[in-house]
């Protein structure tokens, strides 16, 4: 079992380290991809790329170029092809938001669902609750989901 704090030091360890990603501003892939376009402007031919991936010809580096460049490359090829160009591969997954903001959005919306069955059934019986009441209930269910378990958001 995961303590609070132990879970609340893990979420911000790893916002802190995906905030230096998300403030690099880095550029898009290239449409024809890193591969062919750092290989034409270093003026390499895909013979030459070949030579130095090793165990493989240039016809197969010109598909590798074409895999990237329609998202179909294994990570372990582009590591390979890199290596062979002197670049590093750096690979990140970056959340658009904060991830404590992404699970109190996610807690929000489980809360919406869970509060949305139990109102359209109260509106049945002509029990409607005040939106101030609905508010305030929805925000207790947010603070106890963000509280147990995230599997739960899920």
């Not at 699970?103 to 919406?112: M, Y």
């Amino acid at each position: 079992v995961v303590n609070k704090f132990t879970e609340e030091t893990r979420i911000r360890q790893v916002d802190e380290g995906l905030a230096v990603w998300r403030k690099a501003n880095l550029p898009r892939r290239p449409p024809q991809g890193w591969i062919k376009t750092i290989r034409m402007a270093l003026g390499m031919t895909s013979s030459a790329l070949a030579q130095r991936v090793g165990d493989v010809s240039d016809s197969a580096i010109r598909k590798l170029e074409l895999a990237e460049a329609e998202d179909a490359i294994t990570l372990a090829s582009l590591r390979r092809v890199a290596e062979a160009l002197d670049c590093e591969l750096q690979y990140a997954l970056i959340p658009r938001l904060p991830l404590k903001q992404m699970l109190s959005e996610q807690a929000s919306i489980v809360a919406g669902k869970q509060m949305e069955r139990v109102s359209h059934t109260m509106a049945l019986e002509d029990q409607k609750v005040r939106d101030s009441v609905t508010m305030a209930q929805k925000k207790l269910l947010v603070e106890s989901l963000l509280a147990g378990s995230k599997r739960r958001l899920w």
